[in-house]
């Protein structure tokens, strides 16, 4: 049984009182019924499982009611283990803080958050494996998971944590597999924004609260499930790197893409499978 924050329950009464049952809210965001929910869950912005090689991720059934859905979910047989849920959220933190609060009434007990990241390191290259430590906010969305008034409420500049247990595990499990795999490997301290296009003005400022790395959702996705009462943890694959020139803008070589190509296909669903598997013996 999970253990919900008090604010969770207010957020579930929020919606009772408005005439929406909490049940088929979940429902409703995500698309498909409550019980098709496992217990392990990958969380993606953008990914998809067809992004996996096969033989190393298994096999992926769709389960949306229809192709393309605004939240797109499948459920994964891997080559070994129990089957795992995956959710495509698409990009942004209002649309994947939503499906994360939603997996509290469901039955999921774990959650890795996977997709890309943008380096603000030097020794990190296009490709290299990233688990965060933290997440700085710089998103709006966070506003609306704290106690108190929306007026009251500024979280802007404040840490959110990865759950610890399952965070120690995948650093753990990450840094083994990518170094057998000849994979670089980072531990960063991350900053989560609302914006790609007006992130480069931003960049020493963002720099000034000692992060390494940017995306856009894990500072609320990771305090969404800690409301909401499960695990989460978050693994990055570099996507670019700002401060060597090599931006989402341009500036990335095609030796780069395939490297990073070939480490989210083979080496990742190595990583997810195993720490699973781990959380599971636990």
């Known amino acids: 049984m999970k253990q919900h924050h008090p604010l969770y329950q207010t957020l579930l009464d929020g919606m009772a009182r408005y005439g929406a049952e909490p049940a088929g809210a979940v429902e409703e965001t995500l698309g498909v019924p409550v019980e098709r929910i496992r217990r392990h869950v990958v969380l993606a912005p953008w990914w998809e499982p067809s992004m996996f090689d096969p033989a190393c ?22 080559p070994q283990g129990e089957p795992l849920t995956f959710i495509k959220t698409h990009i942004g933190a209002p649309v994947c803080t939503d499906v994360a609060l939603a997996l509290g009434l469901t039955a999921c007990e774990a959650c890795l958050f996977i997709g890309s990241v943008g380096a ?31 007026a009251q409420n500024d979280p802007f500049g404040m840490r959110a944590c990865p759950d610890a247990a399952l965070n ?28 790609i296009f007006a992130q480069f003005s931003r960049i020493d400022e ?54 990073r190509k070939r480490v989210r296909a083979a080496v990742f669903p190595r990583i997810l499978h195993s720490c699973f598997v781990e959380n599971a013996d636990s």
Request: with cysteine; proline share 4%.
């Open 120 to 150: 603000l390191d030097p020794a990190m290259r296009l490709g290299d494996i990233v688990v965060p430590e933290s997440s700085v906010c710089g998103d709006g969305t966070s506003r609306y998971l704290l106690p108190g008034t929306l």
């Open 206 to 259: 963002i720099l000034a609260f000692g992060c390494n790395t940017v995306e856009m959702e894990t500072a609320a996705a990771f305090r969404a499930a800690e409301l909401a009462g499960y695990r989460m943890a978050a693994l990055f694959s570099v996507s670019d790197n700002t401060l060597q020139n090599k931006s989402l803008m341009g500036g990335r070589e095609a030796g780069e893409r395939a490297y």
């Open 57 to 78: 991720f298994g096999q992926a059934e769709y389960i949306s009611p229809v192709p393309n859905a605004e939240t797109m979910v499948w459920e994964v047989a891997p």
């Open 168 to 195: 120690a595990r995948l650093i753990r499990t990450a840094e083994r597999i990518a170094g057998e795999e000849g994979v670089g490997f980072h531990v960063a301290r991350n900053f989560s924004i609302d914006t």
